[in-house]
């Protein structure tokens, strides 16, 4: 087990921007937690990572930039736009972490099945500076891409400690992260994260 540790001055400070590329959503500010049916989109799915950080999602990866934090950013339709955004991100020093915004089986299978689409999956994958998995098929495909991309990239078993409780912890071979930040809001995701 590799336990990291924040400290509590940027624990406190962490927030987190969610970029879905081209999506609909609005662009929608967690300065703090929303009561239930309050404000925009309720803080759940992918707007809960944004939440459970009193970070940010956005559709536009400029906006993103502007918040001048980490980017979790959501591979989604052909990923063309996903992937322009990922360079304009790297471009600008931030890290960068990914997921498929539809992770059914079913659903990766679909949009995997061009060749095209995987080729620039893989691409991104490979480069982003960590994967969060929300289905065990996604991460096992992370998990699978990252390995044949970059050998020594491995899956570490990570428990982040800081003052607002722990956020990640060993999942079978994975990691679940629960938070007691936002009020219980965020609860699972499996995360891979670079050696």
């Given at each position: 087990m590799t336990e990291l540790s924040i400290p509590a001055k940027t624990a406190e400070n962490f927030r987190l921007t969610v970029l879905n590329p081209g999506g609909r959503d609005p662009q929608q500010?967690?300065?703090?937690v929303p009561a239930p049916g309050e404000g925009g989109h309720a803080p759940t799915n992918f707007h809960a990572f944004a939440a459970c950080t009193l970070g940010a999602f956005h559709c536009n990866?400029?906006?993103?930039?502007?918040?001048?934090?980490?980017?979790f950013l959501l591979l989604r339709s052909d990923f063309r736009a996903s992937e322009r955004a990922f360079a304009d991100l790297k471009k600008q020093g931030r890290a960068v972490t990914v997921s498929l915004k539809e992770t059914g089986s079913h659903q990766i299978a679909q949009q995997l099945r061009d060749p095209r689409k995987l080729a620039r999956f893989m691409k991104i994958v490979s480069e982003a500076d960590g994967c969060i998995a929300t289905s065990p098929e996604?991460?096992?495909i992370y998990q699978r891409v990252r390995t044949t991309?970059?050998?020594?990239?491995s899956q570490l078993p990570i428990r982040l400690r800081t003052n607002a409780g722990?956020?990640?912890?060993?999942?079978?071979?994975?990691?679940?992260?629960?938070s007691e930040h936002a009020n219980g809001t965020c609860r699972r995701g499996i995360i891979w994260q670079r050696s």
């Open positions: 500010q967690f300065h703090r990866a400029r906006s993103a930039i502007a918040e001048d934090t980490p980017v996604a991460a096992e991309r970059n050998p020594s990239t722990t956020f990640l912890c060993p999942y079978r071979n994975n990691l679940e992260f629960s």
